[in-house]
């Protein structure tokens, strides 16, 4: 791939506040793909769409959207129709699978038990691991830089997922190791992680993730964000 086809920047948000994140026992009537976004959800992607707009300079912006009802109405939200054009449904975005309709005691349980496991290779009953999704995620990773390619690839990337996706994400940008991602907190509901351009064309991270456990990190861990 042409260096000079590579972004300028590729914006990671997560969506704004759900109703399962005020009441987890929601999960047990609602799919988790369907959930949507409160109030509050939709008034935090507004104020990120006009710092976005800013960042992004008015230029049009390539987005890729976890199909979840949260993240589609995050979009909706942040206001930036004008520069998307037509944003890719992306399922390798999804949110983790955790189960069907969830039983909150059970999955509550098994949280308990992720903590003692690891969160990276815990499977959930009926779900999905942080492995798995860090393994569909690296293809996603394989689409986006064919899509570098196209003649008319903008110089903005924008994708529009999940906690725990977006964190995935960078793991698997960055190289990042397993013990390094378990110690990482996710990011705040509409809060942004921003991969710049360097004039050497790799990435930086414009912010480090919080850490919920100390551990250093390595100096190339530690090398990915400004």
């Known amino acids: 791939m042409g260096l000079s086809h590579r972004p300028l920047r590729i914006v990671l948000v997560r969506h704004g506040e759900s109703e399962a994140n005020l009441d987890k026992t929601v999960y ?3 799919p988790d793909h369907a959930v949507p976004l409160t109030a509050l959800g939709h008034e935090q992607a507004a104020k990120t769409g006009r710092e976005l707009r800013e960042l992004f300079e008015n230029e049009p912006v390539r987005v890729y959207v976890s199909p979840y009802l949260r993240t589609r ?3 909706e939200s ?3 129709d004008d520069l998307i054009g037509v944003p890719r449904e992306e399922p390798r975005l999804r949110e983790q699978d955790w189960a069907n309709l969830q039983d909150t005691a059970d999955i509550e349980q098994q949280e308990q038990l992720r903590n003692s496991f690891g969160h990276f290779f ?3 009953t009926h779900g999905e691991s942080g492995a798995d999704v860090y393994d569909r995620v690296s ?3 394989e689409t986006m830089h064919r899509d570098f390619e196209s003649a008319d690839a903008p110089k903005n990337v924008l994708l529009v997922s999940h ?3 977006m964190r995935l994400f960078c793991m698997r940008w960055f190289h990042w190791s397993v013990r390094f991602f378990e110690t990482l907190r996710n990011p705040g509901n509409a809060e942004t992680r921003v991969l710049l351009r360097q004039p050497d064309f ?3 991270l414009d912010r480090p993730f919080e850490q919920w456990t100390k551990c250093e990190p390595t100096e190339q861990e530690r090398s990915a964000w400004l």
């Open 28 to 30: 047990e009537r609602t």
């Open 73 to 75: 109405q995050t979009l």
């Open 78 to 80: 942040l206001g930036l």
């Open 122 to 124: 815990y499977r959930f």
């Open 139 to 141: 293809t996603l990773l």
């Open 163 to 165: 906690g725990l996706t």
């Open 202 to 204: 790799r990435y930086k």
